[in-house]
């Protein structure tokens, strides 16, 4: 982890020091959190800058004393000498955000503290590490996010973070939501040379996060400073062999930055587009290949109004198309859909600054999303023993929106029995969705090719629903003193359509004994209530479906019974998590860090659809009531290590034993056309063993590295549909292969023809290991078990231009 420094040398006596001073970023922004690590002889000290960016360090000795500034997403930068008179010395220090390195310099980013700010489990991982570490689709940002311990994407592509649904996470874009309004998904397309960090952080969150049990995805974004930077990635397309030769994936991606005004203003700018090639080898020639593109624009300004009041706002519009979307070997050219989808999100903040580490910030943001799912005709879909046929039997149209206003004030700073540094806030959300879906019909046979059953789709499919969601939180993160830190916190949460208050108490602590300032040790525990999913609550106001049972010889068995999904018959309340986490952090003296960390969340009262017998009236197959039943269960213990040395290079390695759970582990839809009797099992992307490793590190040959990613976890569940419909042994009782996959790369970074570039070849998937993440899994097909999906071993290359100067 890269951090940034700052040296200052003192000529001690006997006297106490006052060492104050403000942490800034290159346009001027105070830079919250910084680690600030006074040291002199036997004797140190330490604390973190407050919300404006200042801080205050005493300490009694005698000798030289060496002050040390850490904040992980900075390079290091050393401070101008300094020779305090009397007992003060007020400091400005200017870090500069962590770019790439393209020559050797001295510089030595390596991390030398533990995080006492922190309570909770958090990962933080860097731009700088994304666009370093092989990860397969490198410029897909969801893709990123797998070299991340703890985060795992399913075989959908949608991230599960801690056990957790993909729903049930807040996402945020530089401190505001931005989760799909509909599913709650992380669906924003952004480059990753726009990524400053992303911070995942799990457990008992600060009380100023809800609306995400699993925990938070905070992304923060590049800024511009006073020097104009480009750079591009990717701008020639490649070739390769699938079949024949084919034009591959082309992911061509630009950025631009610099000032509006010099010292005053600044933008930053990404774009970036992804135009894929799919093949599916099992497939007949001319029935094989599918092509989807997709681009983005992110466009960020910042203008100082003063020295103390920061105007920052946002831009970013995304699209995708998709023509026969959804081909495997399983679902050929007739049963896939053409998909359309886009976005656009802006958001704009206003922040001020007072003394003693008071700030108030006021932010607005706005989200629109639309989709569009078309089949290839009108034709009803048909499950039969040798794979699906005919039209996939949605077409679909959705748009969802959410305009956000979010204020926070940090209260002046405070003493009584230790420091106090207040925090209160208000979060406001109008999120609204409408839908137009269409369905035709589902014929399932079995395996003698005889018809079993006919699914035709009734009712209206067209329906609007919105939710207005208040929020409101305190939080004091109270420094007991040297080396104990307090977080306790307050949420109370209040949204339309549940019209319940949910109070989350929560409390954490951070405690580095005396003499060991180098372990931490840490736990938090409290309540966390998930987001109303507009998905679920909607669907009893969707269509509904009417099935007819066949006999063998083709006779009707059961004439056209219904199943209804029904809303709740009393008061709605939240899904709801009780997570508790502990954990110790160690850095020996070679830059080594060690955690070792356990989380455990249990779920209260959540929402979902269950079979309701009761309410079944004559001649009715299912009825399906929505209902505060649902229970999850999550425990995992992590053991991460951690090495950094040089002024870019890394290596991580970890390991985490897990367990997710539920008594409601399949999603039950009017689009599944399977009946699920008993659903308590593991969830889909549970993963009870995970081992992953990268690194980027360097050769005996200068501005040569190498860079790789090794995954080893246990393969993902899937259930076996009978031959009738229904489940057989159980929700997700059987799994995929375990799961392997190694890169290798290597890269030279050069000056040619007076710019900056940096020239990658590797290869993915080293052992050529298919990894599936397709099965045919109804019981009687004819290749029943069958795995399918996957990619093999491919050799790869990525050309980077850096500029003409140094990043």
Same mark, same amino acid.
């Given at each position: ?259 509006? &005004? /010099?010292? *005053?203003? %600044? $933008? #930053?700018?990404?774009? +970036?587009?992804? @135009? ?62 053409? &998909? /359309?989808? *886009?976005? %656009? $999100? #802006?958001?704009?903040? +206003?922040?001020? @600054? ?67 540094? %207040? ?385």
């Amino acid at each position: 982890m890269l951090m940034a420094l700052a040296w200052l040398t003192l000529a001690a006596t006997a006297e106490p020091y006052h060492i104050t001073g403000r942490v800034l970023n290159e346009t001027n922004t105070p830079v919250e959190g910084a680690r600030i690590l006074l040291k002199c002889g036997t004797v140190a000290a330490q604390t973190q800058s407050d919300p404006g960016g200042a801080f205050r360090l005493e300490v009694t000795a005698t000798g030289p004393c060496q002050l040390r500034v850490e904040h992980d997403g900075y390079f290091p930068l050393v401070g101008p000498s300094l020779d305090p008179s009397g007992t003060g010395a007020d400091l400005r220090l200017l870090l500069t955000p962590l770019r790439e390195l393209v020559q050797e310099t001295e510089v030595h980013a390596t991390r030398t503290a533990v995080d006492l700010d922190t309570s909770s489990t958090q990962q933080t991982t860097t731009g700088t590490e994304m666009l370093n570490v092989p990860f397969p689709v490198t410029n897909n940002l969801k893709n990123a996010m797998r070299i991340t311990p703890g985060v795992v994407q399913g075989n959908d592509g949608d991230l599960h973070i801690n056990g957790g649904d993909s729903s049930q996470t807040l996402y945020t874009l530089n401190g505001f939501n931005v989760s799909d309004p509909l599913t709650g998904t992380f669906q924003t397309r952004l480059s990753l040379e726009a990524v400053q960090a992303v911070e995942v952080t799990s457990g008992a969150l600060a009380a100023e996060y809800g609306k995400g049990s699993a925990g938070t995805m905070a992304i923060r974004t590049r800024s511009g400073d006073d020097r104009f930077r480009a750079s591009a990635t990717n701008f020639v397309p490649g070739i390769e062999y699938r079949k024949d030769l084919i034009i591959g994936n082309f992911t061509p991606r630009f950025n631009f930055s610099g000032p509006i &005004r /010099r010292g *005053r203003a %600044w $933008f #930053a700018d990404s774009l +970036d587009f992804q @135009y894929d090639q799919n093949v599916v080898p099992e497939l007949p020639d001319g029935h094989d290949r599918t092509h989807s593109l997709r681009a983005s624009n992110y466009l960020s300004t910042q203008v100082n109004l003063t020295p103390s009041n920061i105007l920052q706002a946002g831009f970013l519009a995304t699209f995708f198309t998709a023509p026969r979307f959804g081909l495997t070997a399983l679902d050929p050219l007739e049963t896939t859909v053409d &998909r /359309r989808a *886009r976005q %656009w $999100f #802006a958001h704009v903040k +206003d922040q001020i @600054y007072f003394s003693r580490g008071a700030l108030v910030e006021v932010g607005y943001a706005a989200n629109r999303t639309f989709g569009r799912e078309i089949p290839q005709g009108r034709e009803w879909f048909r499950i039969t023993p040798f794979g699906k046929r005919g039209n996939w039997f949605r077409d679909a149209r959705q748009e969802g929106g959410r305009d956000q206003i979010v204020a926070n004030a940090f209260l002046p700073s405070f003493d009584w029995y230790g420091g106090h540094q %207040w925090k209160i806030g208000i979060d406001l959300n109008s999120v609204r969705y409408s839908q137009d879906i269409d369905r035709t019909g589902v014929m399932q046979y079995r395996a003698d090719g005889t018809l079993l059953r006919v699914v035709q789709f009734e009712g209206s499919g067209r329906l609007k629903r919105t939710n207005f969601e208040v929020a409101g939180y305190v939080q004091d993160q109270w420094k007991v003193k040297p080396g104990l830190m307090l977080n306790i916190g307050l949420r109370w949460d209040w949204d339309h359509i549940v019209r319940k208050s949910n109070l989350a108490p929560r409390i954490g602590f951070a405690w580095s004994p005396s003499g060991h300032e180098n372990t931490k040790l840490s736990g938090s525990a409290g309540y966390v209530y998930d987001a109303s999913n507009l998905l679920l609550l909607t669907r009893p106001n969707d269509q509904y479906l009417r099935t007819t049972y066949y006999g063998p010889s083709g006779e009707p068995v059961e004439i056209g019974t219904p199943s209804y999904f029904l809303p709740a018959s009393g008061r709605l309340r939240s899904t709801g998590f009780f997570n508790y986490s502990a954990g110790v952090e160690h850095r020996f003296s070679n830059a080594l860090f060690l955690k070792v960390s356990y989380l455990g969340k249990r779920g209260l009262q959540g929402l979902s659809f269950w079979n309701s017998p009761l309410d079944l009236g004559p001649g009715q197959d299912a009825a399906y009531r929505l209902e505060n039943r649902k229970q999850d269960r999550y425990d995992s213990i992590e053991l991460t290590v951690r090495k950094t040395f040089g002024p870019q290079y890394e290596i991580l390695a970890s390991y985490i034993r897990s367990s997710a759970r539920s008594n409601a582990a399949a999603d039950i839809t009017v689009d599944q056309p399977y009946v699920v009797m008993s659903n308590s099992g593991p969830m889909a992307w549970d993963t009870p063993n995970r081992f992953l490793t990268w690194g980027y590190v360097p050769t005996l040959w200068k501005n040569w590295a190498l860079a790789y990613l090794t995954e080893w976890r246990t393969g993902f569940p899937y259930s076996v549909i009978g031959e009738d419909g229904r489940v057989e042994g159980g929700v997700n009782s059987r799994r995929f292969p375990a799961y392997f996959q190694l890169n290798l790369h290597a890269e030279w970074k050069l000056r040619m023809w007076g710019n900056f570039w940096a020239l990658r070849g590797g290869v993915n998937n080293v052992t050529g290991r298919k990894n599936p993440i397709v099965v045919n899994n109804i019981v009687g097909a004819q290749d029943f078990m069958h795995f399918y999906g996957g990619f093999g071993r491919s050799f790869t290359m990525r050309v980077r231009w850096l500029g003409r100067r140094q990043p």
